[in-house]
């Protein structure tokens, strides 16, 4: 990816809050989606909303099944609303491809029934989502993580290996935390704990207290009161919810990073190196992937931000970058 930071928004932080509030997303007016309800296996839903287009078929076939279909899944906190996630559906637009975000449980704007939410790991709820998806669309599907949907696709890639060509034709994750328990310490600390944890916190723990007033006793209530970081935020909740001992069990079995060498489909895995959210010591070398997947490592960009252009900028460098690549993949 040959990406070059803007001269006039310096620093990986800039360029990781400036893109998300101020830069175009799109070339001209925002995405309209139309929503779908899928139930889950274990009686519960998510919420998949696809670019809008021309109406579903009998049974949720697409009409324009031989185009290409790019499948996103969002980060912490994110939805189909998220910056990234309304360029990349810019994107789409413009090379004739459908385009569909797949929201993890309670990211939708409503509550999930289940005594659960989400995590870094969830590699078994992409496995029936992209199943879902190749069995409603007749033509190829690509799947692309962002941050914490990066490291749950690449952690699904790597369990899946060879299978996974059956099912999606490339994958790609953007600024995914790939060694969680690297990327969850440095949230937690100086600029990026009193920013980003605090912003990341003011969204979970409400939703988290709903969740506990849907299932009561499901973690220790007055102990997520107390929480001032994601550490302590994911051995009450996250960790424990979703069958992990405590907060270093969950980041050491959620982590994608040991699993990159077992990757046998096309796979493209983008990191800024100057990422406030992922040390750029603990990035993938060359020698810990699989021949089947690219190392794009740009020395710019920030956290999901890759703006260019002049004030107020643009976030299309990426998406454009990414899913063309995704869609090379696919011909």
Not at 75 to 100: I, K, N, P
Not at 158 to 185: F, K, Q, T, Y
Not at 190 to 219: C, D, E, I, W
């Amino acid at each position: 990816m040959n990406y070059e930071a803007p001269i006039w928004l310096p620093g990986g932080n800039l360029q990781t809050i400036w893109p998300a509030l101020f830069a175009r997303r799109t070339r001209e007016e925002l995405p309209r989606y139309r929503r779908e309800r899928w139930d889950t296996p274990d009686a519960d839903f998510i919420d998949v909303d696809w670019l809008d287009g021309e109406p579903p078929g009998p049974g949720g076939m697409l009409q324009h099944t031989q185009s290409p279909l790019i499948v996103m899944f969002h980060g912490l906190e994110g939805s189909s609303a998220s910056h990234y996630a309304q360029a990349f559906a810019d994107f789409a637009a413009s090379r004739g491809a459908a385009f569909a975000v797949a929201h993890f449980r309670g990211c939708s704007g409503e509550l999930n029934r289940g005594p659960r939410a989400y995590h870094s790991g969830d590699f078994q709820e992409i496995d029936w989502i992209l199943h879902r998806f190749r069995a409603v669309h007749g033509g190829p599907v690509a799947a692309v993580g962002v941050s914490l949907g990066g490291n749950a696709l690449m952690r699904w890639a790597g369990e899946m290996a060879s299978s996974a060509n059956a099912v999606v034709s490339a994958v790609a994750s953007i600024c995914a935390p790939l060694d969680l328990a690297a990327g969850g310490h440095a949230i937690g600390r100086g600029f990026n704990r009193l920013v980003y944890t605090r912003m990341f916190l003011n969204s979970m723990r409400p939703k988290a207290l709903r969740k506990y007033a849907q299932h009561p006793g499901l973690f220790d209530r007055d102990a997520l009161m107390r929480a001032k970081d994601l550490y302590a935020f994911d051995n009450i909740f996250t960790a424990p919810v979703h069958g992990f001992r405590d907060t270093e069990d969950y980041w050491k079995r959620a982590s994608a990073k040991p699993h990159l060498s077992r990757i046998d489909v096309p796979a493209l895995v983008v990191n800024a190196r100057n990422d406030p959210f992922v040390p750029v010591w603990s990035l993938p070398g060359p020698q810990e992937v699989s021949d089947m997947v690219t190392l794009w490592q740009p020395a710019g960009g920030g956290h999901v931000g890759f703006p260019q252009g002049r004030p107020p900028g643009d976030v299309w460098a990426m998406p454009q970058a990414v899913g063309d690549w995704l869609l090379r993949q696919g011909r």
